[in-house]
């Protein structure tokens, strides 16, 4: 190791291209992880293809309240689509197995 600053203190100056995990992912993009939706609130275009990535450990699906989108159960590691409702509004959803996890998609 080279001489640094030592760890991070109280100023936090962030540089502004950071690394995706703190940053929104791009609108299209969802993950899981621990047990909870990344994010859990976000807007698509309506009738868009969302991508769903189960960064979690074990089984979660993404599907609707009404059950009008539902990408089946996404193994640990996947991905699956849903297309989000033609219609603009807002959308909740959950996880089927585990019904505390919860969203709203907004098709805007
Ligand atoms: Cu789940």
């Known amino acids: 190791m080279t001489s640094g600053p030592g760890p991070t203190g109280s100023v936090s100056a962030t540089p502004a291209a950071s690394p995706s ?3 929104a992912p791009a609108p299209g993009a969802v993950a899981i992880r ?3 939706f990344e994010p859990a609130d976000f807007t ?3 009738g ?3 991508t769903v990535r189960n960064a979690d450990t074990v089984d979660h699906t993404l599907t609707a309240q009404d059950r009008s989108f539902d990408t089946g159960t996404i193994a640990p590691g996947a ?3 849903f297309t989000a409702p033609a219609r603009p509004g807002a ?3 959950l996880c089927t197995l585990h019904h505390f996890m919860r969203g709203i998609l907004t098709a805007s």
Do not use: K, L, Q
């Open 21 to 23: 995990s703190a940053t």
């Open 34 to 36: 621990d047990f909870a």
């Open 44 to 46: 698509v275009r309506p």
């Open 48 to 50: 868009a293809v969302v």
């Open 79 to 81: 991905s699956a689509t």
């Open 91 to 93: 959308s909740s959803y």
